[in-house]
């Protein structure tokens, strides 16, 4: 089936610096979604894309929708201790109603 | 947050046995679905239900059924269950219309142990 490749798999960094991950697709999608997963509970949704060039922010965060529209990718600014968890990147074909999950960055903050 | 709980939390069942995890949404939202969560899977869509008594099968639906009766409960049960299906299994509901962007929002998750 469909997949999503989303890396790195994991980083380790220090507080205060940048992170960037990202996720490539072989479909053409039509929306992006980018989630936060803190251990023991269910992902949380960031941040939403819905077209193909679209930059969009949330906070230090910010996501953009790959003009090939088989990529996108996702930078934290100025990492903070509550920055560590799992993020996944989703990605939802032209009038599917289901979204893929890629495999998902873990993000690991040394003090 | 959306209203989105799961029933139960956590649960530990023999092999063979039968269980059933409950989805329930406040939200009226026409479309739910069922993953399970694995070390090194991510998230896979078992079974999904875009409105009463219509549901779809997902990636890895094999072992699993659901129903949907009411709009806002969800229910995925293991006919007989495998230590396999000992996972993490969330639930997601989504605003969207068919064709629409398909934001979902996930529930608290339920830990299965199957022994």
């Known amino acids: 089936g469909q997949q999503l490749n989303q890396s790195p798999q994991s980083m380790f960094i220090q507080e205060g610096e940048d992170v960037s991950m990202n996720c490539t697709s072989s479909s053409i999608f039509n929306t992006w979604l980018w989630y936060k997963q803190d251990p023991g509970e269910g992902p949380v949704l960031l941040i939403a894309l819905y077209k193909a060039g679209e930059l969009t922010s949330n906070g230090r965060l910010t996501a953009q929708f790959g003009i090939t529209r088989k990529d996108s990718f996702l930078n934290i600014s100025a990492s903070i201790p509550s920055d560590v968890g799992i993020y996944f990147c989703a990605g939802q074909e032209y009038r599917d109603d289901k979204i893929i999950f890629g495999k998902g960055t873990r993000l690991h903050i040394l003090p | 947050d959306a209203g989105i709980t799961q029933s139960p939390r956590h649960k530990v069942t023999e092999t063979g046995t039968p269980v059933t995890l409950r989805c329930h949404q406040t939200?009226?939202?026409?479309?739910m679905y069922w993953y399970r969560q694995d070390p090194g899977h991510g998230l896979r869509l078992i079974h999904y239900?875009?409105?009463?008594?219509?549901?779809d099968k997902g990636e890895v639906s094999d072992g699993y059924s659901v129903s949907r009766s009411k709009t806002e409960d969800f229910l995925l049960t293991l006919e007989s269950a495998t230590s396999s299906q000992t996972s993490v299994y969330f639930c997601a509901i989504s605003p969207s219309e068919p064709g629409e962007p398909n934001e979902q929002f996930f529930g608290p998750g339920t830990r299965l142990t199957v022994l």
């Open positions: 939200e009226n939202h026409r479309y």
């Open positions: 239900s875009y409105g009463v008594k219509d549901t």
